[in-house]
Structures are given as structure tokens and as C-alpha cells.
Antibody, heavy 121, light 112 residues
């Protein structure tokens, strides 16, 4: 059974870089699935950050594109999120998720439990 | 970007009674293959979103059959035939047609 677990620092200072890791267990990332990061500010709704397909293009939210990088760890069991020049508006619970299925029949499941990142001095 | 709009924002429900949530998209989510790329999630308090319905009407594994999804094009509905206490939380619709993936604002379901 595939499980995803987000990890990273819970507190980041404004203007610094946020770095998170999603550890995948029970499955290898180096296969034909999409993987993604989402976030949810406290008390607010869900926002897609970006997705990637192994060894192919990565897609980013246009509002974050200039500051975000999603990459695959060479161990093939982790992928990461890097967000530069953070501000308090980047305070959120960050989730990673996997897309299952085929090119025309697919769904996003499972999701990780999420990790809260607070941007504050 | 595809804008997703949910209603109502809040929904008090009585256990055993039906409940319905609406979701509208700013453009059609129906492809020529006949699938509507609309998913429903439930986020229980303190938890991550859990998939309920994908492709408009297909229940995810383990989801009770009291949950059903319907609609097509730009208008969609999630129905709970008989609400149970464990169904409380915030429900989100999400379009899975194209990037950026976008969500409705959420509907908070609570017991009266």
C-alpha cells in the first residue's frame, strides 16, 4: 500500500527558502505516475502548487512559478518542494499526493497527512 | 484557469436525512471520451483530504454507497442519501481536467 509522508521545518523566516520532502513508501517514484504538491493556508481552501511525471515535464502554478521548484530525489523514493523568498502568505499545511490510473481514467489518491509550515520572524 | 464555485458554503444536516452540495465550473469538464473530470473530497477536522468520488460519479475504494456524484459539463452535485455523524467536515470539488488543478471553496457540513 502506497503511503506518503511530508517532512520539513515547521518554521521559516520571511525572505528565506522553504524546503519540504515527500517520502514515498510502498512504491517507486520512477514509474509512470504523476506526483504533486498542494497547500492549504490555515482555515482556507486547497491550492495546487505543481505536478510532475517521472522523467518528463514539471508543471507549476502560474502564481508560484517564479519561486517554486519540484524535483525528484535520486534515491527515487522522495520528491521535494523548494519555495524561495517566502512571506507570511506562504504559511500553510503542505500536502503531497499521487495520481493513480491511466491517461484518461485517473484520480489523486493517496495524499500525505500534511505538514504545517509557518513563515514568521 | 478553470474557476470552481461551490454552494452552499455551510450546510447544517440532520442525521438520517439527505444532503446535497453543488459545484459549478467555469468551463466544461466533459471530454469526448464521455468522462467529466470532476472529483469530490472530504476533509475531516484535522485530517488531509480524502477522495470520495472521481470522474464525476465513480466512488473511490471504501467509500460508502450513500455518497453519489452526478452532473455533466459545468454543473455537478454530490449527494449523501442519509447523513451520518462521521460525514461532518468540509467537502471540496476539484477539476482534474487540466493544470492548474483548481478547487471549489468548500462546503462545511455539520450536524444540527
Amino acid at each position: 500500500q502506497v503511503q506518503l509522508q511530508e517532512s520539513g521545518p515547521g518554521l521559516v523566516k520571511p525572505s528565506e527558502t522553504l524546503s519540504l520532502t515527500c517520502t514515498v513508501s510502498g512504491y517507486s517514484i520512477s514509474t509512470n505516475y504523476y506526483w504533486a504538491w498542494f497547500r492549504q493556508p490555515p482555515g482556507k481552501g486547497l491550492e495546487w502548487i505543481g505536478s510532475f511525471y517521472y522523467n518528463e515535464n514539471t508543471y507549476y502554478s502560474s502564481s508560484l512559478k517564479s519561486r517554486v521548484t519540484i524535483s525528484l530525489d535520486t534515491s527515487k523514493t522522495q520528491f521535494s518542494l523548494i519555495l524561495t523568498s517566502v512571506t507570511p502568505t506562504d504559511t500553510a499545511v503542505y500536502y503531497c499526493a499521487r495520481r493513480q490510473g491511466t491517461w484518461d481514467i485517473n484520480w489523486w489518491d493517496p495524499w500525505g497527512q500534511g505538514t504545517l509550515v509557518t513563515v514568521s520572524s | 484557469d478553470i474557476v470552481m464555485t461551490q454552494s452552499p458554503h455551510s450546510l447544517p444536516v440532520t442525521p438520517g436525512e439527505p444532503a446535497s452540495i453543488s459545484c459549478r465550473s467555469s468551463q466544461s469538464l466533459l471530454l469526448r471520451n464521455g468522462y467529466n473530470y470532476l472529483d469530490w473530497y472530504l476533509q475531516k477536522p484535522g485530517q488531509s483530504p480524502q477522495l470520495l468520488i472521481y470522474l464525476n460519479s465513480i466512488r473511490a475504494s471504501g467509500v460508502p454507497d450513500r455518497f453519489s456524484g452526478s452532473g455533466s459539463g459545468t454543473e455537478f452535485t454530490l449527494e449523501i442519501s442519509r447523513v451520518e455523524a462521521e460525514d461532518v467536515g468540509v467537502y471540496y470539488c476539484m477539476q482534474n481536467l487540466q493544470n492548474p488543478l483548481t478547487f471549489g471553496g468548500g462546503t462545511k457540513v455539520e450536524i444540527k
